[in-house]
Structures are given as C-alpha cells and as structure tokens.
C-alpha cells in the first residue's frame, strides 16, 4: 500500500514533514486541580491532575519526595469499533508506567514531601500517537494545577514508511507494520526523557526519525508555551492586574 | 515502580552514596568497568525449548511451548507468538504473587516487541491450513533471582529456548485435505522454529547530572539510577526496539552512542548464544543415539580415508574387513559418525565431520545407531597400547567378531537395511567399550592411527572374514 504519493503527499493530504493540526484547551475539568484537553489531528485526550494532596495509601509515602500516580486509559468509544477494555490490560499498565516516570522525571518532586500527585489520562478519540498526546496534555494539566515542573515535558511520534520519514504518524500509517518512533523532551534543556520505539530500523536512518520527531516535539513545545502564556494573561485579567 | 522504590527502600543512604560516589570516578561496586557485562551462561533443560541462563547473579527460565489454535481473522496465514512472565515472589521480596506488578508487564512487552515487531520469529512458517488452524508459540519466562537487570537476561533465556524448540511435524491428510495430522517425535523428527535474526536486549542505566552510563546494571545500582535504556539490536545493524521509559533526561548524543556501543555487546551476546545452542544441539543428536540403542548400524561409507578409497574400490567387501578388523570400537566409531551427521542434517546430505574430513554420501538418515553414553568425538586418542591390550585380552572382542560374520553374510550392501540384521548383535561389552572411549581422535589422520595398529592384530581374524565378503 502506498503511504507516501509519488507527488510527496501522505494519505491524510500532509507533507512527510508536516505534523496534524494540535489544539489544546486548559481548565476543561473544573473538580481537578489542573485539567486540559489536547486534540492531535483525530487523536484527542483528557488530562485531570490531582495534587499535591495527602497520601491515600499510607505505607506508600515517601518521606522525601512526593509520590507521583498515573493512570491511562481508553474510552470505549475512542476507536473504531467499540471494545470493552478491561481496566488493567498489559498496554494500559505499561503507558501508565511510561508516562508516569516521565512525569516524574520533570517534576520537582523533593519540594513537596509525603504527598500525592495523581495523572489521570483518558483518550477520548483515538488516531494513533495517544501516548504523545496524552504527555502533552498532562504537561498543561501539571502546569494549570500550578505544580513545580523543570521543563516542559513534550512528545512526537515519528515514523518511517516507503523510505521516507514521516512526521506524526496517524491510526493507518502506526498500523502499516513499520517502525514507529515515540520521543519525550524536555525542550529547553534538550534532553530526551521518552524515547520507544518498535520494529526494525538500520541504525542511521533510526538517528534521522528521532531527529525529526525531536523537531516536531519542539514544535509542539512551542505552541504549549503559547497556550500558557494566554492561559496565565487570561487569569491576569481576571484578577484584575 | 513498585519495585524500584521496594530496592531503593531498602538500602541505606550511606550505600546509595557510596555507589553514587564511586561511579563519579569510573568505579562499579562490583569490579567491573562501565561497560562490562556480567557472566553470562546459558544452560538447556531436557525437554526441547526449554533453557536457564545466569547472567552475573540475575537467573531467569525460558520454556517454549506450541498449540496449534485458529488464527486471528485479520492475519489468517500467520502464527502468532504470545509472551508471558512470571515474576516469582522467591526472586526478589518486592515481587507479589499472582497478578503481574508493572514491571513484570513491562518486561513482557519489552521482550514481545522485539521479537514480534521485529519479525524475528517467521510467523508464517507456522501456518498449518489458513484460515483454520496455525501454531501459537507461547514463551513463558520465570524469573527466579533478581540480581538486577531483568530485561537483557529474559531477552537471552527466551532466544536460547526458542533456538532450541522443536515443533511437531504436521501433515495434511484426509479425503479433503483438510485433516491435519500432528506426528509425535517418535514417528517424524520434530521441526525447529525459523528465525530470521536474534534481537539482543542491552540495558543501559543513567546516573545523576554527569552523563554517567554503565551497562548491565546490578540490583544495587538499579536503586539508585536515574533512568534507565533498553536497546535491542540484532547483528545486521538494525534496531529492533528502544525503550527509554521516563526518567532522567539524557542528550540525543549519548543515545546515539549508546547504540553503538550497544551493537557491539549485541554480537558479542549473539555469538554466545549461538554457541551455546550449537553445544546443545550436538549433545542433543548424541542423546538421540542412546536412546535407539537396539540398533548398531554398518555404514559403508565409513570415516576415515582409508575407509573411503576402499568404498571407491571393492565396497562393501573391503569395508566388511575393515570392520572386522576394528569390531565394535569402529563400528561405534561410524554409528556416531552417521549419527552426528543425519541428526545435523535430516536430509541425509553430505556432511563433513570433524574427523579427517568424512564425507557421508548418504546419510543413513532413517535409523540411529547405539553408541556408548560416555562416547565423545572430541576427546583425544585412546593409547595404542591399551587399546591392543584390552582387545586381546577381552573374550568378548570375539564375540561381535563371530555375530559380525553371521550378519554380515546374511545383510546385503545396502546401507539403509543393515541395520535390522544387526539389531540382536549389538554387544556392550564393558570392557571393550571402556577402552575403546577415546578411540576416536581430533585431527586428521586420527582413525588411521586407529586402524594401522589393528591390521597387524587381527589379520587372522579378518582373513576369515575376506572369505564370505
């Protein structure tokens, strides 16, 4: 099957390079401390952060550090035909796991002591790359609930098929058997926290998708910043400054 | 996460700087350097598929077991492979019993995704009738001694134990063809798995602010890491699988750099691996040997090459006086050969062993022949001397002397049917077999070292013997 057109456009119209449009809303989940809703393309996620908060589960405490919890899942009706997911399927647990200690990774977790910060993600639409959008939504809910981060935490995907790398991946293209490239950075520092990938890549054309999901994640980085800037100029305004 | 808070709970702060400490200067708690692997060894169960690997003090299981099911509806000629561990309590106290913590489902699909994703197993080999019945191969690996380092361990017991797993031969039958008829190893010689290549996991673990990597991370240093990187690479220079999942934030140059040094250790690994399965698989053939011991079968083409120009020449005559001449020892001698050889290679194709260069020109596939257990082709010359004593000495030489006679009159010079004849002659004569254990010689001229001192023994004997060939 073709995924790339000879006249370089991809089945959704895009260019090789080009990632899907992203929209993201903060505030969506008014009980939450800090909550968003970041739509890539198709792919559109909840993220609702509770926290800091006291420990539920005593014997779990960390007396140095906070904990930090985090929960994915799938919606029934996010993909195309509707399955019943059991809660705690062995991919939910597994990005549930990712994503939580790339979280962690990212937050000043020894400012606050013997307390709880929980992460709940839910994928509302699935188009493929929910793992990238669900990172980015939880950065914005982190950020919106006002807990101490190092950086902003944001992913891409990445992908290569009929010898072109390919930005974004979309349902079709992740499910075309070829390798599928996830990346996590924090941005201004530069550093990769997130890095998955699965199926088989020669070695230097691995380098070229990471640097190119590496690109979009700064893109994505940027256009974060953004929505936070009116975010916070919003609440200014509110308060009357 | 359970498990890394559980190890890091339990250490002191004093070892956690320790370790930290000494990595600043280059030092790994236990000796070795940043990018040392531990020991590793992998051992073979009796069964086929099932394997036991050591790596440093981390001790994994790996079983491989195959069913034959329905395929899935969207891949109907395709296998399917399936992954599942089993994180026992007894490995490590932070593991539970029971439902599979974070990790343990980490790990799992960490390996699945390397050798599935990576179509390392040839799942369409494994297609009995499409659409209707295929092979689901299932890996269970089992844990027993956390020493640290999980990931790279399970990877190695789960690649040994599918190296080493033999299907079930099946055919179709039926007025329809549609019948599938599983054959049990006993009617039809089981088949191995086809893999294309072997993904390595290599686990890297990062510590604090300095960029600091070590390779093969033990227990200890797993409390206190930073971040860790599984890389899973095969030895043509593809990566399989990455997975970095969180943790502390490493620049895009050290990845790189890790998948270098990455590669190297995976050839490093692979080349073990290989050599491991190919001891097991000979050991294996000489198992088999024993294990049809009412058979003892005369190969005509005989090892060495002076059985070889008598083959040429006159044989089946030539070759009965040469094994006359030697008995038993040769006979076991060219069992093991042809042994070694049909079960190196089903087909019956010619094969060269490792003594002066044999050549089978058919393999005598079918039937195996009965060695003594003790019986090694590796090992070195028996003495000379000891061998013409024990052999003159034993009234049982003339024994298989006086049965080789009557059979040999009896077989004709085919190979594949001599060895019904000889079915009730197989005699195991302790003594001679004693002596006749390192009879077999490495190097070139090993068996006509053998076969000379013998000429000039038992040329009475072999004369008798000329008369009926």
Known sequence: ????????????????????????????????????????????????????????NRSQQLSDQALVRCEYSMANFSTGDRMRRPKGDRRSTEISLVIRQTMEACILTHLMPRSQIDIFLQVLQADGGTRSACIN?????????????????????????????????????DSAGGPDVTVGILPKLDKVTLLQMDAKLPMDIFENVMQLAMEGCKAVANYIREVLLENTKTLEYRRGV | ??????????????????????????????????????????????????????????????????????????????????????????????????????????????????????????????????????????????????????????????????LTFRRPECTLGGE??????????????????????????????????ENIVVIDPTHNEEAVMGGRMTATLNTNGDVCAIQKAGGAGVMQSVIMQCLRIASVKAADITSKIKNAVELHNTERALRKIKRHSSFVALDVSGPGAKMRENENQSGHQKEVGELSRNHTERL????????????????????SSEQGGTSWRDGNAKSFISRPSSWDPSTKGVDADLLKASLASSAGALIPNKKLKESISEEKPCEAKLEEPLADIYVAPSRIEASVIGLQTNGENTLKDAVKPKNKRKKKASSTIMQIG
Request: aromatic share 6%.
């Open chain 1, 1 to 56: 099957m073709e995924y790339v057109s000879p006249e370089g456009l991809r089945l959704d119209g895009r260019r090789p390079m080009e990632m899907r449009q992203i929209r993201a809303e903060i505030g969506a989940v008014a009980k939450a401390d800090g909550s968003a809703v970041f739509e890539m393309g198709n792919t559109k996620v909840i993220a609702a952060v509770y926290g800091p908060r006291e420990v539920q």
């Open chain 1, 137 to 173: 939504a939880a950065t914005l809910a982190l950020a919106d609930a006002g807990i101490p981060m190092r950086d902003l935490v944001t992913s891409c995907s990445a992908g290569y098929l009929n010898s072109t790398p390919l930005l974004d991946l979309n349902y079709v293209e």
């Open chain 2, 176 to 209: 329809d063809g549609q019948e599938v008829i599983v054959h049990p190893p006993e009617v039809r010689e089981p088949l191995p798995l086809i893999l294309h290549h072997l993904p390595i996991a290599v686990t890297f673990a990062f510590f604090g602010d």
């Open chain 2, 332 to 351: 076991k001698l060219i069992s093991e050969e042809s042994c070694v050889s049909q079960s190196n290679d089903v087909q019956g194709e010619t094969q």
């Open chain 2, 1 to 162: 996460m359970e498990q890394r808070l559980g190890n890091s709970l339990r250490m002191t702060l004093n070892e956690k700087n320790f370790i930290k400490t000494a990595l600043l200067s280059d030092l790994r708690v236990d000796g070795r350097r940043p990018f040392d692997y531990r020991n590793l060894s992998i051992k073979f169960g009796r069964e086929d598929g099932s394997s036991e690997v050591q790596l440093g003090k981390t001790h994994v299981m790996g079983f491989v077991t195959a069913q034959l099911v329905q395929p899935y509806r969207d891949r109907p000629n395709e296998g399917t492979l399936s992954f599942y561990t089993e994180f026992s309590p007894m490995a490590d106290p932070s593991f539970e019993a029971g439902r599979p913590g974070e990790s343990a489902v980490e790990l799992g699909r960490i390996v699945d995704r390397g050798l599935r994703e990576s179509r390392a197993v040839d799942t369409e080999s494994l297609c009995v009738l499409a659409g209707k019945l295929v092979w689901s191969i299932r890996i269970d690996i089992h844990i027993l001694d956390n020493g640290g380092n999980l990931v790279d361990a399970s990877n190695i017991a789960a690649l040994a134990a599918l």
